[in-house]
């Protein structure tokens, strides 16, 4: 990866963690509408987007309520949305992995943490993931598409 790639993703990386930490109140909890979760659509044009959103939540995660798991899970999770948001580019499926696997898995471990049903974690982070992935994730990807040349593969 040249210089310019590594920089593009250290920058989102960066973006990630201010707009997590910026909008922390709305950014953590089983009703949460985390901004910096718009950011998630940017592997469909950038591959270095995969690396920077990986570090970026592992970073953000650092504030989270719900410590060392969030860290890990929600790394980890966003790195395998952000790989299939890589490979199903511009395809319903790339659209939807971050709500999906933020939804399951996040929830998964969440409802584990706090002791309460599966389904309303579920439920509510994929509402809140899909409001930041289409009302905020997708115009931006759009923008970005528009105005900025796309890396090569």
Do not use: K
């Not at 509408?33 to 950011?39: D, G, M, P, T």
């Not at 790989?83 to 998964?108: C, D, K, Q």
Request: overall charge positive.
């Amino acid at each position: 990866m040249d210089l310019r790639r590594w920089l593009r993703a250290a920058m989102i990386a960066a973006l990630y963690v201010v707009l997590t930490w910026v909008f922390q109140p709305i950014s953590f909890g089983q009703i949460q509408f985390r901004v910096s979760e718009a950011l998630t659509l940017l592997p469909m044009i950038w591959a270095e987007a995969v690396p920077g959103l990986f570090v970026g939540v592992a970073l953000a995660n650092l504030q989270s309520p719900f410590g060392l798991w969030d860290v890990a899970g929600g790394s980890l999770v966003t790195l395998v949305a952000a790989l299939v948001t890589r490979r199903w580019r511009f395809h319903p499926i790339g659209y939807l992995s971050p709500v999906v696997f933020n939804a399951v898995l996040v929830g998964g471990y969440l409802a584990f943490l706090t002791h309460t049903p599966y389904l309303p974690w579920v439920l509510w982070i994929a509402a809140g993931e899909a409001g930041v992935v289409f009302l905020l994730g997708y115009p931006l990807l759009q923008l970005l598409r528009r105005r900025m040349p796309p890396a090569t593969p």
